[in-house]
């Protein structure tokens, strides 16, 4: 055997070996049933096609709250029982990843989107359903949304039988065609 071989077998064999103190060691928590899981893999090799469907099949074997080892992944199957999983823990299901990947695409978490529930959030949310998003403000800017819309119907009928980047037309942000034109 070659040493990458040996380095490659002693590795996995450790890395076996602390998973296995590590659950022995660890307090016994108290998961809902599931299905046979690999170490490593979790439950991903017991996942069948469609799976609402494989997820009805083993809600019958297991109940209405089963763990699957596929990261921490609980799947729950009864109408009552999501309800009261919701109630109880309804500010874990809409946080966002914390992730550096969505720091940096949310620019430090300042967007409405990917920012965490929190007072931030909060203001933002508050801002956006009085300010820019209300009826008052909707009405006042339907006459240039109007008049954009047909500019862009316009522009695309000028340029029919001919292959159209509609990326370029719809974001070429030009805004000072309705001036000049009069309409």
Known sequence: MD???????FGISCIALLLLIRRIRSPKR?????????????ALFSL???????FAKISKKYGPIVYLKIGMVVVVNDNEMAAEVLKAHDLEF???PDDEFFRIVSHDWNNLI??????KWKAMRRICSTQPFNNTMLKASA???????????RSLFQQSGTAINLQEVFTSGDWKWWISSGT
């Open 3 to 9: 040493l990458g071989a040996a380095l490659l077998v």
């Open 30 to 42: 108290r998961l809902p049933p599931g299905p046979f899981s690999f170490p490593v893999f979790g």
């Open 48 to 54: 069948e096609e469609p799976l609402h469907h494989h």
């Open 94 to 96: 809409p946080n966002r």
């Open 114 to 119: 990917m920012a965490p529930i929190g007072d």
């Open 143 to 153: 006459g240039f949304r109007e008049l954009e819309m047909k500019h862009t119907v």
